[in-house]
């Protein structure tokens, strides 16, 4: 199955919002409430920011939101920070053999 | 709060076979299902398989079907990954991660161990 579809790369100011897209079909992004994203610094292992589309776990800033649309998952970064430069995913489920990522998208807080 | 210590980094020649260990502390092993991961230099992560230790459960990327085994040990709390006949494109940084059902987030990562696949 194909990869979830994200942008190379997005960029901001501090302080500014960024939105990140995911675009995915109806047998996977669409057929689930399975959306999760993580975010990964170089170096360091996945963090889970998103989970079944909208949730946010306990100690995860309310500077992070999510939300779903049809077939695209969007993340939002609000407040923009210079700690939120990193890499950030999206994933779903989608069959008990079928986990999908998209490609990721390389934050920039300019 | 489980931790997840993975083993150390490897060197493998093309062709050969890489093991890594994944070692469970601070929750109920036997509750849990260990994933692996890999994301490889320049690319996203991509999902390699996964085990329910409790049930002896395994589900394989269809990518990789063949050449990767995910087993566990319930008595040390350690599952393994086993990738093999590899090539320079299995050069990553190898992940293993928990969750709670197979449908739930990854919730907690290994610190990652990077298998280089070199001559």
């Known amino acids: 199955q194909s990869a979830l579809t994200q942008p190379a790369s997005v960029s901001g100011s501090p302080g500014q919002s960024i939105a990140i897209s995911c675009t995915g079909t109806?047998?996977?992004?669409?057929?689930?409430?399975?959306v999760s994203w993580y975010q990964q610094h170089p170096g360091r292992a996945p963090k889970l920011l998103i989970y079944e589309d909208t949730k946010r776990p306990s100690g995860i800033s309310d500077r992070f939101s999510a939300s779903k649309s049809g077939n695209t998952a969007s993340l939002t970064i609000s407040g923009l920070q210079a700690e939120d430069e990193a890499d950030y995913f999206c994933c779903t489920f989608a069959g008990t053999n079928n986990v999908i990522f998209g490609g990721g998208t390389q934050l920039t807080v300019l | 709060q489980v931790q997840l210590v993975q083993s150390g980094a490897e060197v493998k020649n093309p062709g050969s076979s890489v093991r890594v260990s994944c070692k469970a502390s601070?929750?109920?092993?036997?509750?849990?299902?260990i994933n692996w991961l890999r994301r490889a230099p320049g690319q996203g992560l991509e999902w390699m398989g996964r085990?329910?230790?409790?049930?002896?459960?395994?589900n394989y990327a269809q990518s990789l079907q063949g050449r990767v085994t995910i087993s566990a040990d319930r008595s040390t709390s350690t599952a393994y990954m086993e990738l093999s006949s590899l090539r320079s494109e299995d050069t990553a940084v190898y992940f293993c991660a928990g969750q709670s059902t197979v449908v739930t987030p990854f919730e907690h990562w290994g610190q990652g161990t990077l298998v280089t696949v070199s001559s």
């Open positions: 601070g929750g109920t092993f036997n509750s849990y299902t």
């Open positions: 109806s047998s996977d992004v669409g057929r689930f409430n399975l």
């Open positions: 085990i329910i230790p409790l049930l002896g459960i395994t």
